[in-house]
């Protein structure tokens, strides 16, 4: 009954804003239409419409909902190959615990990224309506599927929204549809994070997207918030009886973009029905903390973030101990480095405390970790950023890592330690 009371009160809550706006906007658009007629009239220019006055130029044809559609949307998008070899040499060749460089020496071809949008601002005194699409092909897209929705083995719909903003204080976004999570520094478009391959808090501390509502609203210059109410994490189709929460709280102290600060909570039941145990659901719940900070020397630029994730999962038969809670908390820092206009030199480490098993014991399930009731992972990572024509719109970017367990059979059946390198190859366009 309380998720029932929750959902019904946002639901109730957001169709009363878009009524209320839907009604003002009717009336101005009434009001606007009267004192089009009756303003001539009302100012004396009636005589003077009589006169004999040359003929208006014809108005032009109006433009077809097709040439609008591609006048008003911005296209743009990405390609990214990748090479990996791992000295371990895994039986099946596959790199457990990694998230798109998985294959041992193999090329891969990750990621045809298509994005088609049109952008919507925050306005204090306008209507406006715009749209935010995705659309993935390639071999990542197998892990970053949602349940429920796919496009063929390799091909996924990453995001897909609408936006309202809705003229409200300072001006209300109102969003439905599908998005990336709110959390982490690092995102599923490799060539925008500061080393090549993801960390381990981007694949197992994190959800990759989610469906269903947002607001969102900009307070001052310096502080921005958003709000969430969907399926749950990774689902497009909600395999349990209750929504999920998450928000951010995004902070600019110097109200620039050289220090940001990000924080953002969740909460809600993940796993399907058939595993809780309670009538509300098992809550996984938690937090996730970032920091960046920015400081320039001349043309050169240095750039830190560090980020913090906590998360709590109540009791449930899909844990590897399901007569107990569970627990995990993870830490990383990033640091990058811009040496010139076709170079810059980026380090990550990280450091992930599954204590109970919840997020590493048989995950993710492209290349898994083997059964566990816990373990803890570090990494440390080295990524030389090249940009052959001097713009980020063609990346080279060698890298060496190193992965170690806790588990002694954590990589490839006997092995604690896992080195590899690869590089990734990106076009933007």
């Known amino acids: 009954m309380q998720n029932v009371n929750v959902r019904t009160a946002f639901a109730v809550g957001l169709g009363l804003i878009l009524a209320a706006g839907s009604a003002a906007w009717a009336q101005e658009a009434s009001q606007a239409s009267s004192l089009g007629v009756l303003t001539p009239a009302m100012m004396g ?40 070899y791992n000295f371990n040499r895994p039986t099946g060749d596959v790199t457990a615990g990694r998230s798109f460089d998985v294959n041992h020496d193999e090329f891969a071809l990750n990621k045809f ?45 990453e ?24 959390m982490g520094v690092e995102v599923i478009e490799e060539w925008l994070n500061p080393t090549w391959s993801e960390g381990n808090q981007f694949l197992l501390a994190e959800n990759f997207t989610a469906l269903g509502v947002q607001l969102e609203y900009r307070f001052t210059d310096w502080l921005e918030t958003k709000a969430r109410l969907t399926n749950g994490w990774d689902v497009v189709k ?25 924080i953002v909570p969740y909460g809600g039941p993940e796993q399907p029905a058939a595993t809780n145990t309670a009538t509300a659901g098992a809550w996984r719940k938690g937090i996730n903390l970032v920091g960046y900070q920015r400081v320039d020397f001349g043309d050169q630029a240095l750039h830190a973030w560090a980020q913090f994730d906590y998360g709590h999962e109540d009791e449930n038969t899909a844990l590897p101990d399901p007569t107990d809670d569970a627990e995990w908390i993870a830490v990383g820092l990033w640091l990058k480095f811009d040496v010139n206009k076709w170079l810059a030199l980026s380090g990550r480490w990280d450091y992930f405390n599954d204590a109970d ?7 993710p399930f492209t290349n898994p970790f083997p059964p566990n009731t816990g373990q803890e992972l570090y990494s440390l990572t080295f990524t030389v950023n ?9 990346q080279v970017r060698p890298e060496i890592r190193w992965d170690h367990s806790t588990e002694e059979n954590a990589f490839d059946g006997d092995e604690e330690d896992q080195v590899t390198i690869g590089f990734g190859t990106h076009f933007l366009f």
């Not at 909600?238 to 990000?262: C, E, H, R, Y």
């Not at 090249?386 to 063609?394: A, E, G, K, V």
């Open 159 to 182: 995001e897909a929204a609408i936006t309202v903003n809705v003229p409200v204080g300072q001006g209300l976004k109102v969003s439905m549809g599908k998005w990336v999570t709110l």
């Open 357 to 363: 098993g919840a997020r590493t014991s048989g995950a």
């Open 45 to 84: 220019q009636a005589a003077a419409a009589e006169q004999p006055t040359e003929a208006p130029p014809p108005a032009p044809a109006p433009a077809s909902s097709m040439s609008k559609f591609f006048t008003e949307t911005q296209v743009n998008g990405a390609l990214s190959a990748s090479y990996l």
């Open 238 to 262: 909600d395999n349990n009886d209750a929504m999920s929460l998450m928000g951010q709280i995004l902070l600019k102290p110097f109200q620039d973009d050289k220090t940001v600060l990000s």
């Open 113 to 157: 990224k298509v994005i088609l949008q049109n952008p919507v601002d925050y306005s204090p005194d306008n209507w406006d309506a715009g749209y935010y699409v995705d659309v993935n092909f390639g071999q990542d897209a197998t892990l970053l599927q949602a349940a429920g929705l796919t496009l063929g083995a390799n091909g996924d719909l």
């Open 386 to 394: 090249l940009y052959p024509l001097q713009t980020p719109d063609l």
